[in-house]
């Protein structure tokens, strides 16, 4: 009976097929079975925790983007600072939070600006308009790709999707006009009548 | 208890009668004493195959709600005599219409106890023991006690977290192979041997990713009545209520979400905006009926029975039922993911000398012919033991390199490696010397 | 505008009077503080989760039903609690029987306390605890006395479940539900049939005729980009894309640049939408070399959907069926709702554009809100006109047949007119030319391939029914006997089906084990088949009552050995 059978005896002749395909364990050191392991709890890391280990750790991030990880034994909150050394924003450094819960990656991480910025696709509140963020979120994509979804933006603001409307306004009008509005919000100056947050670099 | 059903309702004698007599299961024992053409080899039938099912074993059901209630009932009727059930939820008015071991008087007490209390007063003779609250507060040990699980969540992540428990108990020890029966609230019933067959794991690429709109589209360029509540609900909530956290039970709250959504759409001309969908959209609510539930959860029960008793076949692995357009099921092998991060990965116990540091450790990880593995990514679930990448990690725990593998692990901390050579992750049991 | 804080926002007196909390755009559109707050009652909260799914036209329809269950064992009752949930107006259980143990342990609506209790009282006490406003009465008599004695009993019920009932008594049945929805204006009774043996189950349905006001099809949009109704291909053409700017310009629907674009293709290819692959290849070219950015989403949807503009726009095949049907052709005073609304429709199509009403959904796509909207509403008019012009021609209907004008009520002609894709009739036949082997079943056995995946269950499909057969000669199911005797019930079974099957000497292994299955079964109810085979006759019985979603026409076979099922039509 249930209790009394070894493993395979679960095992009806249909599913043999299936066992002998499994996975060869690799014999390292002695394979010793402890009598009392399953007795105890023996915490393991969540599948969401591996693939953001993975991800992470396959990361080939460049110089203008860094991690920080205000918590080693939470690898699912982190910090994202990006200073792009190109385009309108370069000279700033800009930081976002990424959330990841426990349905990662069928979920995608929450990603939010924690500075008050000019920019069409984000807005005052941190929100970022990303696709990969919201609707074309998929499994395969990985962390990897939303860090540079998230520095494309800064190289390649969209004025046409916007999310801060005059933003997005001020660039389809005038470049030039936008680019000084840029520069006048990192110092932390006005634009608008809306101050913003001082992010050049130090 | 037992006896005060008894005497309300003609004495005990009708009650002791009735569970002394064993012709009451002349129906299931057709096919619990007799093979059938495709009974397996080791069905024994008769008295040793029920004395195993009626007292020897012990099942476990997750979630009494609409899938749970139809698996309690099935399974306590089928002659489970020792179930437990788990479930974290209080009963809401809106499950009445399919959970159906509840009542309106029953509103806001607790599934799990509320439905075993209802089986055990209708079926005499089952024992169901309840626990309200969370699978994953619960140790290994205990899912260890069982011998089948079946599983009737909406949650993907509780399922995860069953399927990985499982996984990993059968990894670490092949006696603790249990077999995971998921019942889904969208049509489908599969029969999980943890590192045997294909894991709820091995499937999760196949699952449609929440529904979400452009924040833009949100933000600026609304069309539908959905895009009227999640702006409300995704970007004015936090504005204006800062950190309080949104309660989507409330409905003090959907009515604030409902308001302003009504009067965003009116702003644009748009319509459709109801109580009913701002509550379906923020709740991600899914619809449920009775009879879809029955259908998947008699399927989870009809595999534990045969699990059980092996008197027929058991599914492998996956059936998907459809009743849009007439009946229909689909059933299929649904194959093993090699790369699965859940069950792709290899366990294995290394002996360690209580002077290794953490670099000996990894040196001698790397110098395995048989891992073929360059830069490994060491981690327990407690945190990063030591990453190579990215810098500030590796920054952080570049220390522990010189510690002593000992200092660093807690008990029973297990240790977890990744590598870019290596498809799966290694699961290392530490054996100090 | 100030904004209230859930804390503080005034608890108003729900107002629900009807199932559903839709509002009037009207009174939607009056600002925040005005918006009434039409928080479900109790009761639509309770079916909340069903209402989702059929809506408050389909529950109304459901709280008419009433159910007779004839059988009261497990699998009946287990089907009964999931229409007495969702909440059918009434059932009844028609059974002599008292309760045994063997029907306590199995049925999980008795209790060890019923024993010797009438099952039919006792289980409808059980039931009747899952739904108070739901009605619920027992009849004690003898199924096949009733028939003969009150056989209008029968007739005053929606849809009448028989399980596990004797062979006889269920074709009785059925010849007197056929019977009476044969006379003009008589009553097309559903009557689900059902057949368990161990883990082998039959469900069968059989009706006269069956309509389907709402399938639930994947799309109900008519989008029409290739013939498009004139004012859509004005707006199209009217847009002066060189003056917007470039979110204008990306902001564009999908629809408008492809209406447009073949629009002016037609004009320069003698009024025909591309036809060759590398017209249509040209067509996108074209139709690429419009945008002004390279990333311009709408675009990049436009192009992804161009198939559309040569899939050509046309009256479905099966609604064309429909319409060529005689019960639909020749309407009557008599005749149903659906034929008359058929027979309307025909002769909406014979005039030009020869299509079916516009329906006035559009898909959501990446657009600006002004010009999705202004697109919504060019569909939306034109539904109104294409309803109007259906309404003129249903009334020359009407009055032709003899009826009055508002002999169908307006709300059931806009849902027709507004969902003509979603409509679907079911003819059946009757269930005693199944049982006697007839027509179609002669063709599955003709066909019978051994390698079908279906060929097992059609397998227990001949064995049920030569079971059947076993029990009118022995007045016992094949497979009750102790177990030394089940060969030779299965041998005997064996010999019904060759008969029926007429192969003497090459019979299928597959056909020896699929009757050894059911022959173990012993027509016992297991419950985990009794559950699974309740929810399938619930779910069917739900579409037959609701009229939405497609039912079963008219067999399946569940095999729960290998987790199978496999439909019939015989």
């Known amino acids: ?202 | 208890m037992t006896a005060a059903v008894a005497n309300a309702n003609g004495g005990p004698s009708k009650l002791t009668s009735y569970l002394a007599d064993e012709t009451r299961f002349a129906h299931i024992d057709k096919v619990l004493d007799r093979r059938g053409p495709w009974t397996d080899e080791r069905f024994v039938g008769g008295k040793e195959t029920k004395d195993f099912l009626r007292t020897q074993s012990k099942i476990l059901v997750i979630g009494a709600g609409g899938l749970g209630c139809e698996i309690l009932q099935n399974l306590a009727l089928s002659g489970f005599n020792n179930i437990h059930v788990i479930d974290m939820d209080t009963i809401d008015i809106s499950n009445l219409n399919r959970q159906f071991l509840f009542r309106e008087a029953d509103v806001g007490k607790s599934k799990a106890l509320c439905a075993a209390e209802f089986v055990m007063k209708r079926v005499p003779g089952v024992k169901v023991t309840a626990y309200h609250g969370k699978i994953q507060d619960h140790p290994q040990s205990f899912y260890a006690q069982f011998n089948i699980v079946v599983a009737g969540l909406d949650s993907i992540s509780a399922r995860r977290w069953i399927n990985a428990t499982l996984v990993q108990m059968a990894q670490e020890d092949e006696e603790n192979l249990k077999p995971l029966i998921d019942g889904g609230f969208k049509g489908q019933a599969r029969v999980i041997l943890p590192t045997v067959t294909s894991c709820y794991e091995c499937s999760i690429d196949m699952l449609t990713p929440p529904t979400a709109f452009p924040i833009c589209t949100i933000a600026n360029t609304p069309r539908l009545p959905e895009h009227c509540i999640e702006w409300a609900s995704v970007l004015e909530w936090p504005k204006v209520f800062k950190d309080k956290k949104l309660d989507t039970d409330d409905p003090d709250h959907i009515e604030w979400l409902y308001r302003q959504a009504s009067a965003r759409a009116a702003q644009f001309k748009i319509e459709g905006v109801t109580w009913a969908l701002t509550q379906g959209v923020v709740k991600n609510i899914i619809p449920a009926i009775a009879s879809t539930n029955a259908i998947i959860a008699a399927s989870c029960c009809n595999e534990a029975l045969k699990i059980a008793t092996a008197c027929a076949p058991f599914l492998n692995n996956y059936m998907m039922y459809v009743g849009n357009d007439s009946v229909y099921t689909y059933t299929f092998e649904h194959e093993k993911r090699p790369e699965c991060p859940v069950c792709g990965g290899e366990s294995l116990t290394a002996d360690v000398g209580r002077d290794w540091t953490l670099e000996r450790f990894i040196d001698s990880l790397i110098a395995r012919q048989d891992l073929q593995i360059s830069r490994p990514s060491l981690s327990t679930s407690r945190g990063a033991l030591y990453w190579p990448s990215p810098p500030d990690v590796h920054e952080a725990t570049k220390p522990n390199l010189e510690k002593l593998l000992v200092d660093l692990l807690i008990e029973d901390d297990g240790i977890t490696v990744l590598d870019p050579a290596l498809p799966v992750s290694l699961s290392i049991t530490v054996n100090f010397l | ?570």
């Open chain 3, 1 to 570: 505008m100030p904004v209230s804080s859930p804390s503080t926002v005034e608890r108003r007196p729900t107002k629900i009077t009807k199932m559903d909390d839709s509002i009037d755009v009207v009174q939607a559109t009056t600002g925040t503080s005005d918006i009434p707050s039409y928080r479900p009652d109790a009761k639509t909260r309770r079916y909340d989760r069903q209402l989702r799914l059929w809506a408050s036209a389909g529950q109304r329809s459901l709280e008419q039903a009433r159910v007779l269950l004839i059988g009261c064992d497990a699998t009946g009752c287990q089907a009964l609690k999931n229409l007495v949930l969702p909440g059918i107006s009434h059932f009844t259980i028609l059974s002599p029987q008292l309760t045994s143990a063997q029907d306590v342990a199995t049925n999980f609506f008795l209790h060890p306390d019923s024993v010797g209790s009438s099952i039919a009282k006792e289980s409808v006490k059980y039931l009747k605890e899952l739904n108070p406003s739901v009605e619920g009465a027992a009849r004690l008599d003898d199924p096949a006395s009733l028939l003969l004695s009150d056989p209008e009993f029968f007739l005053s019920f929606t849809l009448i479940v028989a399980s596990n009932l004797e062979p006889s008594t269920v074709l009785q049945l059925a010849d007197l539900l056929w019977d009476a929805s044969s006379t003009v204006g008589g009553p097309d009774i559903p009557l689900i049939v059902i057949r368990n043996s161990g883990f082998v189950g039959r469900v069968e349905i059989q009706l006269r005729e069956h309509s389907v006001v709402d399938t639930h099809p994947d799309t109900t949009h008519t989008l029409r980009l290739d013939a498009p109704f004139p004012s859509l291909e004005q707006h199209a053409r009217s847009l002066d894309y060189s003056s917007m700017d470039s979110m204008e310009h990306s902001h564009i629907p999908w629809v408008i640049l492809l209406v447009r674009a073949a629009s002016l293709w037609k004009e320069s290819h003698g009024g025909l939408i591309p036809q060759t692959s590398e017209e249509k290849t040209e067509f996108k070219e074209l139709l690429k070399s419009e945008k002004q950015k390279g990333d311009e989403e709408n675009y990049d949807e436009a192009l992804a959907q161009s198939y559309r503009v040569w899939s050509k726009s046309e009256v479905p095949w099966e609604l064309k069926q429909l319409l060529e049907d005689d019960t639909v052709n020749n309407v009557s005073v008599n005749s149903k709702n659906l034929h008359i609304l058929l027979h309307a429709l025909g002769r909406y199509v014979s005039s030009p554009p020869h299509l079916p009403p516009t329906a006035p959904s559009l898909p959501d796509m990446h657009s600006s809100t002004t010009s999705y909207i202004a697109l919504q509403n060019l569909y939306k008019t034109q539904y109104q006109q294409d309803l109007s012009r259906f309404q003129a021609l249903l009334v020359a209907v009407l009055n032709n047949v003899g009826l009055p004008e508002d002999a169908i009520p307006q709300e059931e002609v806009e849902s027709f007119v507004r969902n003509v894709g979603g409509v679907g009739v079911i003819k059946g036949t009757p269930l005693r030319e199944s049982r006697e082997g007839k027509g179609a079943l002669q063709d599955e056995i003709a066909n019978f391939d051994e390698e079908v995946d279906s060929a097992t269950c059609f397998g227990m499909y001949l064995a049920l029914l030569a079971s059947e057969r076993f029990y009118a000669t022995h007045s016992r199911w094949p497979g009750t006997t102790p177990s030394e005797d089940m060969a030779k019930d299965s041998r005997e079974v064996e010999d019904i089906v060759k008969g029926v099957v007429g192969k003497q000497d090459e019979f299928s292994d597959i056909l020896v084990e699929s009757i050894g299955e059911v022959v173990r079964g012993g027509f016992s109810t297991i419950p985990t088949t009794a559950a699974f085979l309740g929810g399938v006759v619930a779910q069917e019985a739900i579409k037959l009552v609701t009229n939405q979603y497609t039912p079963l026409d008219n067999t399946v076979i569940v095999n729960l050995v290998k987790s199978e099922s496999a439909k019939f039509k015989f």
């Open chain 1, 1 to 202: 009976m249930l209790a009394l059978l070894p493993t395979t005896a679960y095992l009806h002749p249909i599913n043999t097929v299936t066992l002998s395909h499994r996975r060869h364990r690799p014999q390292l050191w002695s394979v010793k079975k402890n009598e009392e392991a399953a007795a105890k709890k023996k915490p393991k890391m969540t599948a969401a925790q591996l693939r953001v280990q993975k991800d992470l750790t396959e990361l080939e991030l460049p110089s203008t983007m860094t991690t920080q990880f205000p918590d080693l034994a939470d690898v699912l909150n982190f910090t994202l600072t990006i200073t792009p050394d190109e385009g309108i924003y370069k000279g700033g450094v800009f930081k976002f939070t990424f959330a990841i819960n426990a349905n990662y990656p069928h979920e995608p991480p929450k990603v939010r600006c924690v500075q008050k910025i000019y920019h069409p696709n984000l807005d005052l509140e941190g929100n970022v308009c990303l696709n990969i963020l919201r609707e074309d979120w998929k499994p395969v994509l990985n962390l990897s790709s939303v860090m540079i979804g998230i520095q494309y933006l800064f190289l390649e603001p969209n004025p046409d999707d916007p999310l801060n409307k005059d933003a997005a306004e001020d660039l389809r009008r005038n470049r030039e006009a936008f680019i000084q509005n840029v520069k006048t919000s990192m110092r932390g100056g006005s634009v608008r009548g809306e101050t913003f947050d001082r992010v050049l670099q130090a």
